[in-house]
T-cell receptor, first 114, second 117 residues
Framework: ETGVTQTPRHLVMGMTNKKSLKCEQH?????MYWYKQSAKKPLELMFV???????ENNSVPSRFSPECPNSSHLFLHLHTLQPEDSALYLC?????????????FGPGTRLLVL | AQKITQTQPGMFVQEKEAVTLDCTYD???????LFWYKQPSSGEMIFLIY????DEQNATEGRYSLNFQKARKSANLVISASQLGDSAMYFC?????WGGGADGLTFGKGTHLIIQP
């Protein structure tokens, strides 16, 4: 399944680095999401975009900065991260917002902050 | 309080047996959706099955079925005739409301299913 792609798949960065995660969906969807999956914790919603507009920021620290230039692309810009930010970052998309809309996920980016 | 509870951290099942993975949920909304995802060691979350709160029939998708008991707020996943490739983490998730409020999924902690030959 290549409906949602994410790059890079793995990333190691220092606390002073700046990097960006990229997500692209080929499903013609209008809503995109960032989730964080830390070890031994449930997935946590970070951001929601619908038709390029941010509709949800789930109290995420400002060192994470999302960008959605169009409905097909979503970025997560990272700067001055902490070691506890090491996690699997998953991007998802759905046709619309709403309880009945299935979200389809990308393969994730495994981030390690040293 | 947890919105999604998966009480089985890990399960070992013999190949070809049926498996039931438990999920209970907590919501005051009348409209909500329930989802199950599979996450192999590669990390990708694979959508398996969806049940809407107003659906009267239990959802089925191939070997997967969802045992939806609304009054008990239970949405167990049943995998028939398990295969070695079913070994993975399984997550129950819920999405509340129809367009209003938060639109992300709320996930449980997952069940690690291991199928033994």
């Amino acid at each position: 399944e290549t409906g949602v792609t994410q790059t890079p798949r793995h990333l190691v960065m220092g606390m002073t680095n700046k990097k960006s995660l990229k997500c692209e969906q080929h499903l013609g969807h209008n809503a995109m999401y960032w989730y964080k999956q830390s070890a031994k914790k449930p997935l946590e919603l970070m951001f929601v975009y619908n038709f390029k507009e941010q509709t949800e920021n789930n109290s995420v620290p400002s060192r994470f900065s999302p960008e959605c230039p169009n409905s097909s692309h979503l970025f997560l810009h990272l700067h001055t991260l902490q070691p506890e930010d090491s996690a699997l970052y998953l991007c998802a998309s759905s046709q619309e917002k709403g309880a009945g809309e299935t979200q389809y996920f990308g393969p994730g980016t495994r981030l390690l902050v040293l | 309080a947890q919105k999604i509870t998966q009480t089985q951290p890990g399960m070992f099942v013999q190949e070809k047996e049926a498996v039931t993975l438990d999920c209970t949920y907590d919501t005051s909304d009348q409209s909500y959706g329930l989802f199950w995802y599979k996450q192999p060691s590669s990390g990708e979350m694979i959508f398996l099955i969806y049940q809407g709160s107003y659906d009267e029939q239990n959802a089925t998708e191939g070997r997967y079925s969802l045992n939806f008991q609304k009054a008990r707020k239970s949405a167990n996943l049943v995998i028939s005739a398990s295969q070695l490739g079913d070994s993975a983490m399984y997550f129950c998730a819920m999405r509340e409301g129809w367009g209003g409020g938060a639109d992300g999924l709320t996930f449980g902690k997952g069940t690690h299913l291991i199928i033994q030959p």
